[in-house]
C-alpha cells in the first residue's frame, strides 16, 4: 500500500484558482496510476480527474474539463490538481486515490489507497 497525503484545500471566491498536492510514501509511487475524487456536501463521492503512472494520459469528468489540469511529478512522490475557474457547485471534500491497476477507473471501489480528504470551499 501507500499512504497519501493531500494539502492546499481552502476558501476561494468563484472565478478563482486553487492547486491541490497529494505525497505519497510506503510504496513506488510510480507504479501507480493516481486519481481525484470529490464528495460535495450530502452527496456521493465522484470521479474527478485521473492520469496513468507514467504521465502519459489523462481523463477528466465532463463536469471539470477545460477547468482543472492533473498532473504528477514521480521524482518528488506527489500529483497535483490545478483548478482554475471555479464555480460554487466545486465545493467538496477532495481526496486523492491511488489505482495499481493501469486502466481506466472511475469508480471508488475500484481503487486501491486513499488519502484523509482536504476541503475547497468557493463562495459566490
Known amino acids: 500500500q501507500v499512504q497519501l497525503v493531500e494539502s492546499g484545500g481552502g476558501l476561494v471566491q468563484a472565478g478563482g484558482s486553487l492547486r491541490l498536492s497529494c505525497t505519497g510514501s510506503g510504496r513506488t509511487f510510480s507504479h501507480y496510476d493516481m486519481g481525484w475524487f470529490r464528495q460535495p456536501p450530502g452527496k456521493e463521492r465522484e470521479f474527478v480527474a485521473r492520469?496513468?503512472?507514467?504521465?502519459?494520459?489523462?481523463y477528466y469528468a465532463s463536469s471539470v474539463k477545460g477547468r482543472f489540469t492533473i498532473s504528477r511529478d514521480n521524482a518528488k512522490n506527489t500529483q497535483y490538481l490545478q483548478m482554475n475557474n471555479l464555480k460554487p457547485e466545486d465545493t467538496a471534500v477532495y481526496y486523492c486515490?491511488?489505482?495499481?491497476?493501469?486502466?481506466?477507473?472511475?469508480?471508488?471501489?475500484?481503487?486501491?489507497?486513499w488519502g484523509q480528504g482536504t476541503q475547497v470551499t468557493v463562495s459566490s
Open positions: 492520469i496513468t503512472w507514467n504521465g502519459l494520459n489523462t
Open positions: 486515490a491511488a489505482d495499481r491497476t493501469p486502466v481506466l477507473h472511475t469508480i471508488p471501489d475500484e481503487y486501491d489507497d
